[in-house]
């Protein structure tokens, strides 16, 4: 593992310049520079420090998340047929979503179809329409969403989606946080 690498990769992401890093952690920009390039080794006191600056842990730092896996195929997915209120499929193009802060799920929609109601809740939900045409009703007002157009709700008031046209609709849908 190269500490040095991902250290500077880890300020990076938090935006921060290595003198800014060097005043949070009361040390001095020239260390914080040497050891982005692995020309002195940090104590692991001194490793914590800089650690805590970067709002990180030393377990964290340390966690190989090289296994964690980033690229699903259908195999990994699943479905769920619903014939009675969807007449068609939810597929989870994430496996175990629930557990991250966003839930991407593929909708086919059929003729006649519709979702289950949802009451108001905190978060922000995404749809992009693949084929065919929804409509997207929130509280009193209808809206209908057609291939290639998207729709971003935060959910003040219950909404759901319905198909009410004679062909399928297929769209993605993505909440956060999870709620399907």
């Known amino acids: ?19 800014e890093l060097a005043d949070r952690c009361e040390l001095s920009k020239g260390f914080i520079s040497q050891a982005e390039r692995n020309l002195t080794s940090p104590s692991i006191a001194t490793l914590t420090d800089v650690l805590e600056g970067l709002g990180c842990t030393l377990q964290e730092f340390f ?72 409509t997207l009703l929130t509280g009193t007002t209808c809206q209908k969403v057609s291939q290639g157009s998207s729709f971003c709700l935060h959910p003040r008031s219950s909404h759901s989606l319905k198909n009410e046209t004679a062909r399928t609709a297929k769209f993605i849908w993505i909440s956060d946080p999870p709620n399907f």
């Open 1 to 19: 593992m190269d500490i040095g690498e991902r250290l500077k990769n880890l300020r990076l992401r938090r935006g921060l310049t290595q003198e």
């Open 63 to 134: 966690s190989d998340d090289s296994s964690e896996k980033t690229v699903y195929t259908p195999g990994d997915m699943s479905v769920k047929e619903d014939k009675d209120d969807l007449k068609g499929s939810i597929t989870w193009l994430v496996p175990n979503a629930q557990k991250n802060s966003m839930e991407p799920i593929l909708v086919e929609l059929g003729p006649g179809g519709e979702t289950w109601e949802m009451p108001p809740h905190e978060g922000e939900e995404f749809g992009y329409v693949i084929s065919g045409t929804i």
